[in-house]
């Protein structure tokens, strides 16, 4: 079985750091590639970025104009995201999401953990 | 980075079938038929309905299908059910590599 399971959220003050991470297993984490979604309380889906399976690929959401980072540890099956510069728009609950394709990237994630909440506020 | 444009919800009786658009650009929608839909039930992970316009995952139940005419893409619920209220949303490859999703539309079964 397909599991994801994010951790490292919490409470942050303006301007901080936090770093994500997403443990997982039931599947060869190395073929597929990864991405971060995230979705404000009584909101919609973001997506954020993606990493391909060798890391060679990284794409960010414009709007996070360069204040996170993704990488992945494929030898410990773990997807991370480094976030600085944190604004109180940022809060969300933050998914990691496995894309549908083993080998090449297809576009439509098809296995998502339940997210871990960041709440950035003074 | 705008997201696509759904409409914010949609209403419909059990057994009648509903439409949800998702409207993009050339950039999005129009240019790639990577247009995927998702269903979320509260409190819960998304979960994929509908890949590359028109496919359907293994397990998921032929009464959703999906097709794109230009830059906008639909979702038809047919035969709908009770269970399938949930707020849904369109995602789409988007020129530069990049993935964007609708805005969700909240379905409400009369």
């Known amino acids: 079985e397909v599991q994801l399971v994010e951790s490292g959220g919490g409470l942050v003050k303006p301007g901080g750091s936090l770093r994500l991470s997403c443990a997982a297993s039931?599947?060869?984490?190395?073929?597929?590639?990864m991405n971060w979604v995230r979705q404000a309380p009584g909101k919609g889906l973001e997506w954020v970025s993606s990493i391909s399976s060798s890391s060679s690929y990284i794409y960010y959401a414009d709007s996070l104009k360069g204040r996170f980072t993704i990488s992945r540890d494929n030898a410990k099956n773990s997807l991370y995201l480094q976030m600085n510069s944190l604004r109180a728009e940022d809060t969300a609950v933050y998914s990691c999401?496995?894309?549908?394709?083993?080998?090449?990237?297809?576009?439509?994630?098809?296995?998502w953990g339940q997210g871990t909440l960041v709440t950035v506020s003074s | 980075q705008s997201a696509l444009t759904q409409p914010a919800s949609v209403s419909g009786s059990p057994g009648q079938s509903i439409t949800i658009s998702c409207t993009g650009t050339?950039?999005?929608?129009?240019?790639?038929?990577?247009v995927s839909w998702y269903q979320q039930h509260p409190g819960k992970a998304p979960k994929l309905i509908i890949y590359e316009v028109s496919n359907r995952p293994s397990g998921v139940s032929n009464r959703f299908s999906g097709s794109k005419s230009g830059n906008t893409a639909s979702l038809t619920i047919s035969g709908l059910q009770a269970e399938d209220e949930a707020d849904y949303y369109c995602?789409?490859?988007?020129?530069?590599?990049?993935?964007?999703f609708g805005g969700g539309t909240k379905l409400t079964v009369l």
């Open positions: 039931g599947f060869t984490f190395g073929d597929y590639s």
């Open positions: 999401a496995r894309d549908r394709c083993s080998g090449y990237s297809c576009y439509s994630p098809n296995a």
């Open positions: 050339s950039s999005d929608v129009g240019g790639y038929n990577y």
């Open positions: 995602n789409s490859y988007r020129s530069g590599s990049t993935l964007v």
